[in-house]
Nanobody, 127 residues
Framework: QVQLVESGGGLVQAGASLRLSCAAS????????MGWFRQAPGKEREFVSA????????ASADSVKGRFTISRDNAKNTVYLQMNSLKPEDTAVYAC????????????????????WGQGTQVTVSS
């Protein structure tokens, strides 16, 4: 059974940093692409960042490029999202997900390409 558990969210002021964690069990993060998505109230789920199974490729939404960085610790089977220079528009529930296919170079950026999701963690950025 695959489980993804996020942590690290919270309430911060604009300009602050947070690091989100996604601890995986039942699936190895180095065997599947891992992604971060977010959803703000009244809005659709939005791609944030992803890393391929190989670890050699990453992708990020234009809105977070230069501010957010995805990484992972294979020994801990955990994926991280380092978020710097946070803005009020980053406020959302952030969830991690694991891709449907075990391909080293697969790097999907749409929710339909992911099959297991965490419950999400709330990030609130005040102005």
């Amino acid at each position: 059974q695959v489980q993804l558990v996020e942590s690290g969210g919270g309430l911060v002021q604009a300009g602050a940093s947070l690091r989100l964690s996604c601890a995986a069990s039942g699936r190895t993060v180095s065997s599947y692409a891992m992604g971060w998505f977010r959803q703000a109230p009244g809005k659709e789920r939005e791609f944030v960042s992803a890393m391929s199974a190989s670890g050699g490729s990453t992708a990020s939404a234009d809105s977070v490029k230069g501010r957010f960085t995805i990484s992972r610790d294979n020994a801990k089977n955990t994926v991280y999202l380092q978020m710097n220079s946070l803005k009020p528009e980053d406020t959302a529930v952030y969830a991690c997900a694991t891709a449907k296919y075990s391909n080293r170079w697969y790097l999907p950026t749409v929710p339909a390409s992911y099959d297991y999701w965490g419950q999400g963690t709330q990030v609130t950025v005040s102005s």
